[in-house]
């Protein structure tokens, strides 16, 4: 059984304070970390400690945080062969900063200056052997080939839609799971009346959509109902990654055969017991430790 993912990854460096600085102000930082990231990356590597074997297709630079986010997911265990390593390019980083108290941050992040993944670059065979795609749509003409090849191999996929990117739309009426941001449904127009949002949803032809809606769970839409999952409540550190890692879950469970509403259950928890660490990777859970935090709230 193996996850191919198309995508993102990234070098995060992470600082949690005490409170969100001013401006023109010093702020000292009471913990410093540096871990790999990237929405698809982060996501396959929730799989692996699931025990779903991954293959990751993206690009990194030359430089220094390519090499790290390169060795970051070897030490996952995730399957490497994928990525393009530009020459004289820079790799994608971002600079996170946590806010103790809240749990809540703040993202600075810069793309990477190589070249977008082209099609040709995924190679004949990048689907041999998998039972699911994951895209995040970043890079549109490959995720938009790939997704047309998985179709026509009854691969099922899944869109991680962080924003209403250009070309995300038809990307995603390929897809058989939209899993995403409350800022992607506000550009399709989300309001808090769902009933609205969900004849949206039919016009588009969308299959199964998911919304995330942080703190306050999660909404999510089939052709013939709606259903909303609370989060579960945990002593948050820090969000960075939890949508990621609800992604990670979210593939586990229908690679699993479990209705959407277990499943769903299931990623939200993997998305909070993530929330109790520092970054999006060092809080990711075993599949054993997922089953017990859900056996302790009986939800499961």
């Not at 691969?155 to 992607?184: H, K, N, Q, W």
């Not at 909404?219 to 820090?238: C, E, G, Q, S």
């Not at 769903?264 to 997922?290: N, Q």
Request: glycine share 10%; net charge positive; with cysteine.
């Amino acid at each position: 059984m193996l996850v191919t993912g198309i995508g993102q990854c990234s070098l995060d460096y992470l600082a949690l304070v005490d409170s969100f600085p001013e401006a023109d102000t010093k702020k000292e930082v009471l913990q410093w970390e540096e871990q790999g990231g990237g929405p698809v990356a982060t996501a396959l590597v929730s799989l692996t400690r699931l025990g779903i074997k991954c293959r990751f297709h993206g690009i990194i630079g030359d430089d220094f945080a390519g090499e790290k986010i390169r060795q970051s997911l070897i030490d996952e265990h995730v399957d490497i062969k994928g990525i393009i390593k530009r020459s004289k390019a820079s790799s994608q980083i971002a600079f996170i900063v946590i806010e103790k108290d809240s749990g809540k941050r703040t993202i600075f992040w810069k793309r990477p200056s190589g070249d977008e993944l082209r099609p040709e670059e995924l190679g004949a065979d990048f689907l041999k052997h998998s039972v699911f795609l994951l895209l995040d749509g970043l890079m549109k003409d490959s995720s938009l080939y790939a997704v047309k090849k998985a179709k026509g191999m009854n691969i099922p996929v899944m869109i991680d839609a962080g924003r209403l990117r250009e070309g995300m739309l038809d990307i995603a009426t390929f897809c058989d799971y939209v899993v995403a941001s409350e800022e992607f449904a506000k550009d399709l127009g989300w309001s808090e009346n769902p009933e609205i949002f969900w004849k949206k949803l039919k016009k588009l032809r969308l299959k199964v959509v998911t919304i995330t809606l942080g703190d306050r769970g999660s909404i999510t839409f089939l052709k013939d109902k709606y259903f909303y999952i609370p989060a579960f409540r945990v002593d948050t550190v820090d969000t960075t990654g939890a949508g990621d890692v609800f992604h990670g879950g979210y593939i586990f469970g229908t690679l699993q055969g479990w209705n959407i509403m277990n499943t769903v259950r299931f990623a939200s928890a993997c998305a909070a017991m993530k929330c109790t660490k520092i970054g999006g990777r060092r809080g990711i859970p075993s599949l054993d430790e997922v089953f017990r935090f859900l056996e302790e709230r009986r939800t499961f």
